[in-house]
């Protein structure tokens, strides 16, 4: 991946995330309970950034996929969410996922992280959960950290892969090809660079090599 264009990236990226999410729609019962617990956790630390981020009003969604995170980001009654991603279809089938009273607070439209179609300091916080954690280029990395500082004027809540991670996801029978991701040290680096300060950071589980959420200010 690391040698391909920012383009091809996000299409990669939303070719693995369709299959996910097909894998997902297609179980004929409930998930694992593995799976279950990790999509708890999930929305657990969700909830805890948005505390930590100041219960941002206008968040955008980037990479949104079926809008997975919706229901989360709803909860606080006065917030405001745009969602975006690559894919048209992916938006279209989102709106077959959720009850029509939250649809009517979700504002999607496609775009590409590397370029949002809004001004700067758009929104109070940008949201990206998915998209990030499938980058292993840093030069691509910082691209779309800087596109967020031009966007967000306020905070970034992102989630970022771990080494560990993949193993994990073999471990369970899911397909995953070994890379070389970045190490933390490298990752808040990055983030200084592109202008944001690092305020909190959340594991899924202390401790394992599961995916980190991080929650950034801009800084002065």
Known sequence: MSAQPPSSVEHECARRYDQEHARVCLQPHPRGLVQ????????????RALKAAGEPGLILDV???????WPVLA????????????????????????????????????SSAFAIGLPENAVDCIFCM??????DNSEHRLAI????????????I????????LKLRARFGEDAQPRQWATKVELEAEFRQAGFKTL?????????D?????VLHKAD
């Open 210 to 214: 599961l995916p980190r959420v991080y």
């Open 200 to 208: 909190k950071y959340l594991d899924t589980l202390p401790g394992s």
């Open 130 to 135: 998915r998209l990030f954690q499938h980058i």
């Open 36 to 47: 279950r617990f990790l999509q708890w956790r999930g929305k657990r630390l969700v909830r």
């Open 145 to 156: 950290l800087r596109e967020f500082y031009r966007v967000s004027r306020d905070a970034l």
């Open 75 to 110: 909860e606080h009654t006065n917030r405001v969410i745009l969602a975006t991603d690559p894919s048209q279809e992916m938006l279209d089938h989102a709106q077959t996922h959720h009850p029509a009273e939250l649809l009517k607070r979700v504002k999607t439209f496609q």
């Open 63 to 69: 990479a949104c996929g079926a809008g997975g995170n």
């Open 158 to 165: 992102v989630s970022v892969q771990r080494d560990g991670y």
